[in-house]
């Protein structure tokens, strides 16, 4: 066990359909309250599907540990190529369904479950909403997605010259290449979630968008979808941020604690979720 002045932070496996997936699980030192248990966030870490680690993530699954007082357990889930799609989300709810299981050693409310995840991550954290709903899950507090890969279509990606962004369009379709190697996948629901007509009964979601990302439109559209099929949305674009900056921004980490500190007080006094703010964009930043 790892240990740091404000989180106890552990390394082991779950068991997965392709074998052992290796998580990060990070608990508050600081005792809960008396028969309190504290919120759950699965965080998953980027990459494009193909590369990226426990490491990646440690930042965001920190700051949201410690500052958000919640049990945060990261996934390693498997990369493309050696383990294409249906791979990685199949292990994002192997992963979900062993914490349910274990809620009680975890001492977390699976009343309050939330997924997230940046760049591919943020896909399998989309997709794993799709999937608990579809399979019958434990309904999902919430979702956060940080510029999140949602289109291997790549029909809205924005210009990266002109945007300045450190993510192409040429990366991008590397990374598809590899994580569905099947034309017909980037078709299917958990592999695209931007061509999701049924969103209706997803769990609130908040997005975040870096203005010098190819990936933003593609993300503010799916917001807009989430919006139109009745789910409380709550987008925010920060400006003059790229891609791979965008998941260690402190403000939108400190933005992430807020919007689930609020998320949490609304299920406890049992409000309905129409309360939160529909559409928003990021105070800095013209839409």
């Known amino acids: 066990m790892q240990a740091s002045h404000s989180l106890d932070i552990r390394n082991f496996f779950v068991p997965g359909p392709l074998g052992r997936i290796p998580v990060r699980l990070y608990q508050p030192v600081q005792a809960a309250a008396k028969g309190e248990q504290r919120a759950l966030v699965m965080y998953f870490h980027g990459g494009g599907f193909t590369s990226g680690s426990l490491d990646d993530a440690d930042a965001p699954a920190s700051f949201i540990a410690h500052h958000g007082q919640a049990v945060v357990l990261s996934v390693g ?7 294409p799609f249906p791979a990685a989300p199949e292990d994002a709810f192997a992963a979900a369904s ?21 760049d591919a991550g943020g896909s399998l954290a989309a997709s794993l909403t799709l999937m608990t709903r579809d399979r019958c899950g434990k309904p999902l507090a919430a979702q956060v997605l940080i510029s999140p890969m949602l289109d291997p279509s790549m029909r ?3 210009d990266a010259g002109r945007l300045q962004s450190d993510l192409t369009a040429e990366t991008c379709a590397a ?9 017909m996948q980037r078709l299917h629901p958990y592999a695209a979630p931007l061509e ?9 979601a908040f997005i975040a968008t870096a203005e010098r990302d190819v990936l933003c439109p593609e993300a503010e559209k799916y917001a807009s979808s989430l919006i139109r099929a009745g789910v409380p949305t709550q987008v925010s674009r920060f400006a003059g941020i790229t891609h791979g900056a965008l998941r260690t921004h402190l403000p939108l980490l400190k933005e992430i604690v807020n919007f689930l500190r609020c998320r949490f007080a609304s299920l406890q006094r049992d409000e309905s979720a129409h309360d939160f703010m529909p559409f928003k964009l990021h105070p800095s930043t013209p839409f």
């Open 77 to 83: 889930y498997a990369l493309a190529p050696a383990k």
């Open 98 to 118: 062993w914490a349910c299981k274990h809620a009680d050693e975890l001492n977390v409310d699976l009343d309050r479950m939330v997924v997230a995840g940046d």
């Open 196 to 204: 999701v007509s049924r969103l209706a009964g997803l769990p609130p």
């Open 156 to 158: 809205l990606l924005g």
């Open 175 to 183: 990374s598809y290449r590899q994580y569905l190697p099947q034309t």
